[in-house]
């Protein structure tokens, strides 16, 4: 069984940054890096996008709309993943949910919003 808690979310200005913290807990650092991590949006009326992906060993992916601002990193020893963002638009105001993935494994962290006023 593995938790999943976001933090971090907020209200922002446009063209202002923001990090947001996953923390993993059930499991071990060393089954941790087993999992790949990503974040995913969603918005009101919208489907769930994957923001950004990253590996346990530190490969990543990107969402067209997002590269350039975003950066997914983690801290396999601490069980932590984030996201940084940068040059926020009011077009990245979503709910934002922490994943992990492993094999036929799927888990969610409850979400945080991330709101980014003009």
């Known amino acids: 069984q593995v938790q999943l808690v976001e933090s971090g979310g907020g209200l922002v200005q446009s063209g202002g940054s923001l990090i947001l913290s996953c923390a993993a807990s059930?499991?071990?650092?060393?089954?941790?890096?087993?999992?790949?991590m990503g974040w995913y949006r969603q918005a009101p009326g919208k489907q769930r996008e994957l923001v950004a992906g990253?590996?346990?060993?530190?490969?990543?992916n990107y969402a067209d709309s997002v590269k350039g601002r975003f950066a997914i990193s983690r801290d396999n020893a601490k069980k932590l993943v984030y996201l940084e963002m940068a040059s926020l638009k009011p077009e990245d105001t979503a709910a934002y949910y922490c994943?992990?993935?492993?094999?036929?494994?799927?888990?969610w962290g409850q979400g945080t919003q991330v709101t980014v006023s003009s």
């Open positions: 059930g499991i071990t650092g060393i089954t941790f890096r087993l999992y790949v």
């Open positions: 994943n992990a993935k492993k094999m036929n494994y799927d888990y």
């Open positions: 990253i590996t346990g060993g530190g490969s990543t």
